[in-house]
């Protein structure tokens, strides 16, 4: 009992490693679709490893609330940019500032 409660910690550890490194690249909008992209898969394992221990104790549920919110937040500021960008092509070629729609 004693080793799997050791495996058990250890796996939750490199979890919980994974997860802030994962944060941090998060903070990069160049990272984020492949984050997006993995994160199905990921998270079904950091789930499996939550499942094993009280999440809330160990800060799983934090963790995975500040990764999830970094992904959103940079994410939303490239819409902003983008959003911004074509609004200015609008501006300045006479478009409504929709790329490829002009009514």
Not at 19 to 28: F, W
Not at 38 to 43: E, F, R, Y
């Amino acid at each position: 009992m004693y080793v799997c409660g050791l495996l058990d910690k250890l796996a939750a550890d490199e979890c919980a490693k994974s997860l802030e490194t994962l944060t941090r690249l998060a903070c990069n909008p160049e990272c984020i679709s492949t984050l997006v992209d993995g994160l199905a898969s990921s998270l079904t394992a950091i789930l499996d490893v939550a499942d094993h221990q009280d999440s809330a104790a160990s800060g799983f549920d934090r963790l995975v609330r500040c990764l999830l919110n970094q992904i959103v937040m940079v994410s939303h500021g490239i819409l902003c940019r983008f959003t911004h960008v074509c609004s200015l092509w609008g501006a300045r070629f006479g478009g409504n500032g929709n790329i490829g729609i002009n009514k």
